[in-house]
């Protein structure tokens, strides 16, 4: 048997008055999908841009030595490590949720 652990990082920030009041409060988690495939340049940015696009995803982003591997920021209340997957296998590509950083 097979288990795999992955981690999602969920930061909350809170924004105060001059009360002590929260006024304005975020969350922040973030995930990394490892793409399988070899994907060209064109192919990358039509995955962050979709990503991008998704309700609650504050960036996905790719590093260019690790093209393979999306870091995508996003807010939990809005949407979910599996929808973001969804959305990465929807372009016909194999990936999986690989840790938080």
């Known amino acids: 048997m097979h288990i795999r652990f992955v981690a999602i990082r969920i930061i909350f ?31 990358i940015h ?5 990503l991008s696009s998704v309700q609650g995803v504050v960036s996905a982003c790719v590093h260019v030595r690790t093209p393979h591997l999306l870091v995508i920021d996003y807010d939990p209340r809005a949407t979910h490590s599996g929808q973001l997957l969804q959305e990465v296998r929807n372009n016909s590509l194999s990936a999986q949720l690989i840790g938080g950083v």
């Open 13 to 43: 920030h809170s924004i105060l008055d001059t009360k002590g009041v929260s006024i304005m409060a975020t969350y922040d988690a973030n995930v990394v999908i490892h793409v399988n495939e070899e994907l060209t340049d064109e192919q």
């Open 46 to 50: 039509k995955v962050e841009k979709q």
